[in-house]
């Protein structure tokens, strides 16, 4: 059974860092696109950024470029999200999801993404 499961969500003042993991298992993760995604609450699920299985190279919404990074390790089976400088429009659910494809613009959408996790509260104050 392939299972997602984000850790590292937490409270957080406006400037801070908050590093966020995703550990996945079931399926072989090498061959995987991860991406990192964000619901507000009454909005929409919104990529924030996701890291491709064929070539690493990794993409950002433009809210977060520059102050996250997404990055993963493939022999732990990991995906991170390391978030600098954070605001409090960056208070959401987290999830971390897993695509099959390596494909542009597919992986910047939510409909590419097969496998979810269930999601970790990021919460930043002013």
């Known amino acids: 059974q392939v299972q997602l499961a984000e850790s590292g969500g937490g409270l957080a003042q406006a400037g801070d860092s908050l590093s966020l993991s995703c550990a996945a298992s079931?399926?072989?993760?090498?061959?995987?696109?991860m991406g990192w995604f964000r619901q507000a609450p009454g909005k929409e699920r919104e990529f924030v950024a996701t890291i491709s299985w064929r070539t690493d190279s990794t993409y950002y919404a433009d809210s977060v470029k520059g102050r996250f990074t997404i990055s993963r390790d493939n022999a732990k089976g990991m995906v991170y999200l390391q978030m600098n400088s954070l605001k409090p429009e960056d208070t959401a659910v987290y999830y971390c999801?897993?695509?099959?494809?390596?494909?542009?613009?597919?992986?910047?959408?939510?409909?590419?993404?097969?496998?979810w996790g269930q999601g970790t509260q990021v919460t930043v104050s002013s």
């Open positions: 079931g399926r072989a993760f090498s061959l995987y696109s």
């Open positions: 999801a897993q695509s099959p494809s390596a494909a542009l613009p597919l992986i910047l959408s939510p409909g590419a993404y097969d496998r």
